[in-house]
């Protein structure tokens, strides 16, 4: 089995067409010492992951007493709120730019869609983190750091 970097799952090369079974798979994947698998209480099957499992594909933006409280809907249905526990990651991508990902679970992430890291690039703000002008997003009361705010700037 393999998860290509678009989010659709295959099985022996055939993309898995039925929603509800890929959600049932998702349900089982685990992660441990960098591999994939999935995981009943009788069978341990590998699964090959290109990127990251699962893909934000949904975002919604909520203030409460804390401020912006940003929400992901992965590909397989899954609300995620972002906050201290299921925190943003930013990486450069090969093709230049950044690639944001969510914690979904576990050691399991979300890759963020184009479209999502646009809407997040538009909700951020430059703050300070540890003495360092950064530009990011807040969520849930934590700051998601993107890049040096100068790069943002140039």
Known sequence: MRIAGDG?????????GRPALVRLFSTILKRE????????????????????PFLAVELSKQIDERGPRLRFRTNVDDWV????????????????????????????WAKVTRALY???????EERMVDGQNM???????????MADAEQVRG
Do not use: Q
């Not at 659709?8 to 898995?16: A, V």
């Not at 906050?83 to 679970?105: C, I, K, Q």
């Not at 990011?136 to 750091?145: K, R, Y």
């Open 135 to 145: 530009f990011g997003v807040a969520s849930a009361g934590e700051f998601f750091a």
């Open 81 to 108: 709120d972002c906050d201290r526990a299921h925190r943003l990651r930013f990486e450069n991508s090969a093709e230049g730019g950044l690639t944001p990902y969510l914690h979904v679970r576990a050691d399991l």
């Open 33 to 52: 010492g960098g591999k994939h698998f999935l995981v009943t209480p009788v069978e341990k099957v590998g699964i090959r992951v290109d990127d990251a």
């Open 8 to 16: 659709t799952w295959y099985y022996m090369g055939t993309p898995i």
């Open 118 to 124: 646009y809407d997040l690039v538009d909700m951020g």
